[in-house]
């Protein structure tokens, strides 16, 4: 994203946090000292209410619900109403979100990544689940879905597009069909449509083949890879880099959501971010 841009943002961030300090709660499955630090930082935008296991019981300073199944409690404070919103924490994500599901029969549209790479530059990547982005209806779906969550925050999406193919090596071998290489001509394929489809909504899209870097370099704040495995180590090899996992909305919710990475220990922004998104949603 560029700097620019990502001020903007973060300066929204920073007035919204002022309206007011929401409910939330936080899944905590193992605690640590350098978690449990960062919560405690959180704790000047927020009322946190940490649910786990019995873990975390000696835990102070905190309000802790010890379930035994902390996905599904968390899942169901949310959907009852009980909290303004939850973040995910260290708890498994497929339960959660899969109670969440039954709870209430909504669907997120994406969950974008923001991240930030050592060199201070942002950007959102979805898909980054294993399971998810493998058609490119799919990926189109959370291109576009981002790109319209970004707009509601006053940043222009630039959305980038990628393959398993070179584009010189493409026109080589596209009469290939089978094997490796018909695959890879086909996730070829698949972003030239993705892009044509977006450039119909009339957002800005571009066919960056494997070429990431420049991609960031140039400012497109929104990275689309070929599928989610794709995306999952994208994710986690920035993050083991020096990396930030800044915010992760599950978006297409009637309710606040954030999703986080297992991986991770300071969770001081996700509750500032979160704070914000609830408090813009009342405004």
Same mark, same amino acid.
């Given at each position: 994203?560029?700097?620019?841009?990502?001020?903007?943002?973060?300066?929204?961030?920073?007035?919204?946090?002022?309206?007011?300090?929401?409910?939330?709660a936080?899944?905590l499955?193992?605690?640590?000292?350098?978690?449990?630090?960062?919560?405690?930082r959180?704790q000047?935008?927020?009322? #946190?209410i940490?649910?786990?296991? *019995? &873990?975390?019981?000696? /835990?102070?300073?905190?309000?802790?619900?010890? @379930?035994?199944?902390?996905e599904e409690?968390?899942?169901?404070?949310l959907?009852?109403?009980?909290?303004?919103?939850i973040?995910?924490?260290?708890i498994?994500?497929?339960?959660?979100?899969?109670a969440?599901?039954?709870m209430?029969?909504?669907r997120?549209?994406a969950?974008?990544?923001?991240?930030?790479?050592?060199?201070?530059?942002?950007?959102f990547?979805?898909?980054?689940?294993?399971?998810?982005?493998w058609?490119?209806?799919?990926?189109?779906?959370?291109?576009?879905g981002?790109?319209?969550?970004?707009?509601?925050?006053?940043?222009?999406?630039?959305?980038?597009?990628?393959?398993?193919?070179?584009?010189?090596?493409y026109?080589?071998?596209?009469?290939i069909?089978?094997?490796?290489?018909? #695959?890879?001509?086909?996730t070829? *394929? &698949?972003?030239e449509? /993705?892009?044509?489809?977006?450039k119909?909504? @009339?957002?800005?899209?571009?066919?960056?083949?494997?070429?990431?870097?420049?991609a960031?370099?140039?400012?497109?704040?929104?990275?689309?890879?070929?599928n989610?495995?794709?995306?999952?180590q994208?994710?986690?090899?920035l993050?083991?880099?020096?990396?930030?996992?800044?915010?992760?909305?599950?978006?297409?919710?009637s309710?606040c959501?954030?999703?986080?990475?297992?991986?991770?220990?300071?969770?001081?922004?996700?509750?500032?971010?979160?704070?914000a998104w609830?408090?813009?949603?009342r405004k």
């Amino acid at each position: 994203m560029a700097e620019k841009a990502f001020r903007a943002f973060n300066q929204k961030i920073n007035e919204l946090i002022k309206l007011g300090r929401p409910k939330i709660a936080f899944g905590l499955k193992d605690p640590s000292k350098e978690i449990l630090d960062s919560l405690k930082r959180g704790q000047k935008y927020a009322d #946190i209410i940490l649910v786990g296991p *019995e &873990d975390i019981k000696k /835990i102070q300073g905190f309000e802790l619900i010890v @379930e035994n199944s902390p996905e599904e409690k968390i899942a169901a404070m949310l959907a009852k109403n009980e909290v303004d919103g939850i973040i995910r924490g260290t708890i498994d994500d497929f339960k959660a979100y899969e109670a969440y599901q039954k709870m209430t029969g909504e669907r997120c549209t994406a969950t974008p990544a923001l991240l930030q790479d050592p060199f201070g530059r942002q950007f959102f990547i979805s898909p980054a689940s294993n399971p998810e982005g493998w058609e490119k209806e799919q990926r189109l779906l959370f291109a576009s879905g981002v790109a319209e969550f970004l707009k509601q925050w006053n940043i222009e999406p630039k959305i980038a597009i990628f393959t398993g193919e070179r584009h010189e090596t493409y026109p080589r071998k596209r009469h290939i069909r089978d094997g490796v290489v018909g #695959i890879l001509n086909k996730t070829y *394929e &698949d972003a030239e449509w /993705i892009v044509s489809e977006l450039k119909k909504g @009339e957002h800005e899209a571009k066919n960056w083949a494997i070429d990431l870097n420049p991609a960031v370099e140039a400012g497109y704040n929104i990275i689309v890879p070929v599928n989610g495995m794709i995306g999952n180590q994208i994710f986690r090899v920035l993050l083991f880099c020096g990396g930030k996992l800044l915010a992760c909305p599950r978006i297409g919710l009637s309710r606040c959501y954030e999703e986080t990475s297992r991986t991770e220990k300071d969770f001081e922004f996700h509750i500032k971010w979160l704070t914000a998104w609830i408090n813009s949603r009342r405004k």
